[in-house]
């Protein structure tokens, strides 16, 4: 895709090609490989004393909201890294 860019910008709209466009595709590109091709193992906030979201079911939301205590909360399962 990248590529098609730098094609189309050339050869279509005859605009020369300049550093800021390769940094700037360099820098998409280095994202892109970090995100897809990381080995990274650990989730964000599972470490030791990081809180994690609560999931609240739609009956708890309601009873809340008129003032009454949930019926039961649920907390996600973290198992130690």
């Given amino acids: 895709v990248?590529?098609?860019f730098l094609v189309f910008q050339i050869k279509v709209l005859k605009q020369p090609l300049l550093?800021?466009?390769?940094?700037?595709?360099a820098v998409v590109l280095l994202g892109v490989l970090i995100v897809l091709g990381g080995p990274f193992t650990s989730e964000v906030g599972a470490a030791e004393g990081v809180a994690l979201p609560v999931r609240?079911?739609?009956?708890?939301?309601?009873?809340t909201s008129k003032g009454l205590p949930?019926?039961?909360?649920?907390?996600?399962?973290?198992?130690?890294?």
């Fill in 70 to 81: 949930p019926v039961r909360w649920e907390l996600p399962s973290v198992s130690p890294p």
């Fill in 2 to 4: 990248l590529v098609s």
């Fill in 56 to 63: 609240v079911s739609a009956k708890d939301l309601q009873r």
């Fill in 19 to 25: 550093w800021n466009h390769v940094v700037g595709f």
